[in-house]
């Protein structure tokens, strides 16, 4: 079973920029899709950036144009680089295998927290 260590979080402004990392074990990692996923207070976990095994992305309408997902597959990680970022991105941030609907999902890893705020 794969395993996900999110880590890169923090606190920052409005505006702000930060780079959350996802190191994936398993031997599959570089042929799967991923994605990351967030989860804001009181809301359900949704899903923000996807990435296929061979680069393309896609991205939640909420984050397009200031959001950008890659990945190193000689390295089993994932990144999301997160610029001009606002208050309504504040939300512990997880990654995974990509699918539409996270709910389905039944292990994760701890996540991380970002919080935008001044």
């Known amino acids: 079973q794969v395993q996900f260590v999110e880590s890169g979080g923090g606190l920052v402004q409005p505006g702000g920029s930060l780079r959350l990392s996802c190191a994936a074990s398993?031997?599959?990692?570089?042929?799967?899709?991923m994605a990351w996923y967030r989860q804001a207070p009181g809301k359900q976990r949704e899903l923000v950036a996807v990435?296929?095994?061979?680069?393309?992305?896609n991205y939640a309408d909420s984050v397009k144009g200031r959001f950008t997902i890659s990945r190193d597959n000689a390295k089993n990680t994932v990144y999301l680089q997160m610029n001009s970022l606002k208050p309504e991105d504040t939300a512990v941030y997880y990654c995974?295998?990509?699918?539409?609907?996270?709910?389905?999902?039944?292990?994760w890893g701890q996540g991380t927290q970002v919080t935008v705020s001044s």
């Open positions: 995974n295998m990509a699918n539409r609907n996270p709910a389905v999902i039944n292990s």
């Open positions: 398993g031997s599959t990692f570089s042929a799967a899709p």
């Open positions: 990435i296929t095994s061979g680069g393309g992305t």
